[in-house]
């Protein structure tokens, strides 16, 4: 897909309503109501800056979480941090497309920034349909009329075909702010400008999506190495004919990822040299760490890449002209556990290599461990993230890049 998008620089905004869609779903503690981490809050406080100091009336339509889920709740909280973090106010309106958001859109002034309800409390917003459908729905067609200029900046809610991210695109001149903008560049730049040799670490439990990523990279000639680790690991390993253990084995069953042995299997034979595997593992034996050889696994639970796994993969990340990685090496949060992470991470972040981290649990992983400064690109939005390097199309980038 050609990146044929427009910014913030193609709009001339002085005086203008912006629609800005942006992604603040953040960890709310579901006791006190408190947003335990701003991080997403202070990454989009950039477009918003932008937007206000060019004299636009900002209008910001944002989710947090989804019905029945504990932290599904208002957005009053997130626009007092916003306000904070901005040093201007952020005014809440109880209101998505009613008399009371749309009475507040048309008072505004220069600079104003409004934030509006939880876009998800408004039941069609949960639909998934293609875009023209989206812009026939009560929240589009009531708020267009009001507003000059869409902009989207969720980046992180891209790979969704809902109301806010697709239909107004399809109503309003458009364009990608400043987080959009940056992810698409980077992420899109990591599969057609390949730096080598270019290394891939795939791992955590999600296998189907690195799976996905893995035939994609390497289809296009785009990767010249993977390295497994975590769940996806014991799958490949499964599909070399080693034994992991019945445990092992069993959780692979019980995720559902049993059928992907077979594909396993077919992507190491015909891309045999640039499939790696750990040459040991790390068992969790009476609450303890104890490194195996793969042809010596007992019957235990495989929480970790064993030491010399972690010093070949090491040497590939450290020798990479560019290196994209997803999904912890292991039970990182238990400290037993989370060597490989650790090693692996530290190897991405000493490397002269141009890093990109899919977002999700390794970049956590990257930020606990203190590794963040010395990564290139850390994804804010991981099922974004790994779709597009999976080469799947994103409704909420297709609609902007081919206006309907």
Known sequence: MSLNFKTIDDLELNDKTVLLRIDINSPVDPHTGRILDDTRLRLHSETIDELAGMDAKVVILAHQSRPGKKDFTTLEKHAEILSDILGRPVKYVEDIFGCAAREEISKMKKGDIILLENVRFYSEEILKREPKIQAKTHLVRKLSPLIDYYINDAFAAAHRSQPSLVGFAVKLPSAAGRVMERELKILYGALENVKRPCVYILGGVKVDDSIKVMQNVLKKGSADHILTTGLVANVFLKAAKIDIGECNEKLIKKRGYKNLIKVAKKLMKKFKDKILIPV?????????????????????????????????????????????ANGPAGVFENPEFSIGTEDLL??????AGFSIIGGGHLAAAAVQMGFQDGIDHISSGGGAAISLLAGEELPAVKVLCNPI
Not at 346 to 351: C, L, R, T, Y
């Open 346 to 351: 530290n190897a991405i972040s000493s490397s």
């Open 280 to 324: 040991d593992v790390a068992v969790c034996k009476d609450d303890k760490r104890l490194d195996v050889p793969i042809d010596d696994i007992p019957d235990l639970p495989i929480y970790d890449i064993g030491l010399e796994t972690m010093k070949i993969y090491a040497e590939k990340i450290r020798s990479a002209k560019m290196i994209v």
